[in-house]
């Protein structure tokens, strides 16, 4: 696995201390994300309840990400996440993206692209990145993410 990802992971559990829950992963991404629950694209989490500390960096395809974008929103404001950060492509022009930047506590445009890994290969997504945090922990997320990008 990249050191890059290595990093970021570190990053995201340096802000959110254990994760309850990653509902868009996979066996070889639990080795640096290291969730206590986690569902692949063979068990999806969207059809399952995301309880507590969630982190979320779901497919990019469109119909993908809209659903658990949409999953993530929902159940955060339901209050049943405490605190999550949702990592996904920049599509600013989406409404998906514009209900999850309008209920995030902080949000970070990483420097660079982040370079995905998986057994085979490493991938790199065509546009960049960005962070969004939500929870009451903004305060880390903005201290720990500045290191990593523009804070918004």
């Not at 991938?123 to 720990?144: A, D, H, L, M, W």
């Amino acid at each position: 696995m990249s050191g890059i990802l290595r990093r970021i992971c570190l990053k995201v559990r340096e802000v959110l201390g254990n994760i309850d829950v990653d509902p868009a992963s996979s066996d070889f991404a639990q080795k640096t994300v290291k969730a206590k629950i986690h569902y692949s694209i063979l068990n999806s989490g969207l059809d399952k309840p995301c309880i507590g500390t969630v982190y979320l960096n779901p497919p990019c395809s469109s119909k993908e990400i809209n659903a658990f974008a949409s999953k993530f929103i929902e159940e955060y404001e339901f209050g049943n996440i405490i605190q999550g950060i949702v990592l996904t492509n920049s599509d600013t022009d989406t409404q998906w993206y514009h209900r999850l930047a309008g209920m995030s506590r902080a949000i970070c445009f990483p420097r660079g692209r982040v370079k995905f890994y998986n057994k085979e290969k490493v991938g790199q997504t065509p546009t960049g990145q960005t962070f969004f945090y939500c929870g009451n922990n903004y305060k880390k997320f903005i201290e720990v993410f500045s290191q990593v990008g523009i804070i918004v």
